[in-house]
């Protein structure tokens, strides 16, 4: 059974549109990731890491400083140590030279005072600078052996030991010249070394942050223009593909809001495009019926009167000689039509009565009795066979008579529909009615062509059709989803391709709001 429709697709009067229903908003949670605040947040403490990275450097490089300067000192404190050292030895040999060259006569005791002296001067030097001991071994002992054995030989010895140590001093003093130069230059290099990372560190730290900053504030911008203009869209009626979501902080709980929205909208305006229809089927029914109605009187006045007229002429072809049987078959003929064309007019003129919009208790049996008498006239079922096999037990429902009445309209000519060019030999329409535990059930079944399980499944939906343009809108079904649900039923579709369709509604007796499901209402 294809989804066909009855309604012209012209344009529908909205100043009778009933009020849709509000539809209750629910806030669907998004799964969130971190939060903007949250973010910013992290790119302040990402300073405040970076920061203190850049400050633990400079404070490491200080030390590193400091060390060098603690060398360069202590090395320079040696230094001069070393000076006076070279001052003391050098003094030591002009003195002991000067003496050696006197003209004085060298006798022992001279020689143990002036070898005495000098010593003296040795161990001072020795307690001042321990570090030197080593040094002055080599002179002590000679020292000590001039002292025993004082002579020339002795003193000799003596001056050999003073140039010895004067040499040593002597290199040691370059040797240390040379490590001050290499430390004072390893000095500069780390405090330019220290300048130039602490400035590197700088300009990379503020490109990259300015770069992470750059790339979120940019995608933060995007996303909102991006939201900016579908909200322009939406508002000069967009209601395409949502939005992706490529955040999951609040403005992507925003976007999701904004694709909720559209769709709430556009269930809405389908909501309200069939509520319109239906209204403006309502009120065409209402048109068809009055016209209907006056048809019918107009119809009713001539037919009477020909009645009368063809009773009289049979009263009085009666009373006349034998021999005129054939004009008197030939009048119960004519009395027969207009028997017939006067069925036609009460059965137009009963399913033209205007009802109410109000429920109320009603036969259901009654209704599709009259709709199928009305339908009859339908060109699109004159060549289709209508059996109806209704449950004479069935109890009186609480509803809407002409929403009922579109229900099985729209449900027969969507089965005479399905026939249409089909290649079935039998075309028929089957209309049950049946109980279904409490509630009633009514079914509607055809010999069509069926639909494939992807038809099936988007039949009820509104605007699918599988017509050609101008054939149907789409909204056949979809109304008799809406009137079955708004009396607390149900209506289910089973198809299968070259099988037929079968349309089956329940109905609960008592005008129930809430739908059921068929196994509720079978327990």
């Known amino acids: 059974m294809n989804d066909v429709e009855t309604l012209s697709p012209q344009a529908i009067p909205t100043g009778t549109m009933n009020k849709a229903p509000s539809i209750p908003r629910l806030r669907v949670g998004l799964p969130l990731g971190p939060t903007l605040r949250t973010k910013g947040v992290g790119m302040m403490l990402l300073v405040v890491v970076y920061a203190l990275f850049i400050w633990a450097y400079a404070i490491n490089q200080k030390n590193e400083l400091l060390v060098r300067f603690n060398e360069l000192r202590e090395l320079h404190e040696t230094e001069?140590?070393?000076?006076?050292?070279?001052?003391?030895?050098?003094?030591?040999?002009?003195?002991?030279?000067?003496?050696?060259?006197?003209e004085q006569e060298l006798r022992p005791e001279n020689i143990r005072d002036q070898i005495e002296a000098l010593q003296q001067r040795q161990v001072a030097v020795i307690e001042r600078y321990p570090e030197i001991a080593p040094t002055f071994a080599g002179l002590s002992h000679a020292l000590a052996e001039a002292i025993i054995n004082p002579g020339r030989k002795a003193l000799a010895d003596v001056g050999i030991q003073l140039a010895a140590t004067q040499r040593y001093l002597e290199q040691l003093a370059k040797e240390l010249a040379l490590y001050q130069?290499?430390?004072?230059?390893?000095?500069?290099?780390?405090?330019?070394?220290?300048a130039m990372s602490s400035l590197l560190f700088g300009l990379f730290g503020v490109a990259g942050i300015g770069l992470v900053a750059m790339y979120f504030f940019t995608g933060l911008t995007r996303d909102i223009k991006s939201l900016e203009r579908r909200l322009d869209d939406v508002v000069h009626g967009y209601r395409g593909a949502p939005l992706p979501i490529r955040r999951k902080d609040e403005l992507g709980q925003l976007t999701h809001d904004v694709n909720r929205m559209v769709e709430e909208l556009a269930q809405r305006e389908e909501d309200l495009d069939l509520e319109r229809r239906k209204t403006f089927q309502q009120e065409k029914m209402a048109a068809i019926g009055t016209l209907a109605a006056g048809i019918v009187h107009e119809i009713g006045n001539p037919v009477a009167a020909i009645s009368g007229l063809l009773s009289t002429l049979q009263y009085d072809l009666g009373q006349a000689p034998m021999g005129h049987d054939d004009?008197?078959?030939?009048?119960?003929?004519?009395?027969?039509?207009?028997?017939?064309?006067?069925?036609?007019?009460?059965?137009?003129?009963?399913?033209?009565?205007p009802q109410s919009g109000k429920r109320e208790l009603l036969n259901l049996?009654?209704?599709?009795?009259?709709?199928?008498?009305?339908?009859?006239?339908?060109?699109?079922?004159?060549?289709?066979?209508?059996?109806?096999d209704l449950n004479p037990g069935l109890p009186a429902i609480y509803g809407v008579s002409d929403q009922l009445v579109q229900l099985l309209m729209n449900l027969m000519i969507?089965?005479?529909?399905?026939?249409?060019?089909?290649?079935?030999?039998?075309?028929?329409?089957?209309?049950?009615?049946?109980r279904v535990g409490a509630d009633i059930g009514l079914q509607i079944e055809d010999s069509g062509h069926g639909m494939d399980a992807t038809t099936l499944e988007?039949?009820?939906?509104?605007?699918?059709?599988?017509?050609?343009?101008?054939?149907?809108?789409?909204?056949?079904?979809?109304l008799c989803y809406t009137v079955a649900n708004e009396h607390g039923g149900t209506i289910t579709l089973e198809s299968k391709p070259g099988q037929g369709t079968r349309a089956r509604v329940i109905l609960p007796v008592d005008g129930r709001a809430k739908p059921r499901t068929e196994q509720e209402m079978a327990s």
Not at 181 to 194: E, H, I, P, R, V
Request: proline share 2%; aromatic share 10%.
């Open 458 to 478: 988007k039949a009820l939906d509104p605007f699918f059709t599988t017509k050609g343009a101008g054939k149907g809108t789409g909204l056949g079904l979809p």
């Open 327 to 353: 004009r008197v078959e030939r009048l119960q003929m004519v009395q027969q039509q207009v028997d017939r064309l006067a069925a036609i007019a009460r059965d137009v003129s009963d399913f033209a009565v």
């Open 414 to 434: 969507n089965a005479a529909d399905a026939m249409e060019g089909g290649q079935s030999d039998v075309s028929k329409i089957s209309i049950s009615t049946f």
């Open 365 to 388: 049996n009654g209704l599709v009795e009259n709709t199928n008498r009305f339908m009859r006239f339908d060109k699109r079922l004159r060549n289709i066979e209508i059996v109806l």
């Open 181 to 194: 130069k290499a430390l004072s230059d390893d000095y500069y290099a780390l405090g330019d070394a220290a």
């Open 80 to 102: 001069m140590q070393l000076h006076l050292i070279e001052l003391a030895a050098f003094r030591d040999i002009t003195e002991f030279f000067l003496f050696i060259d006197s």
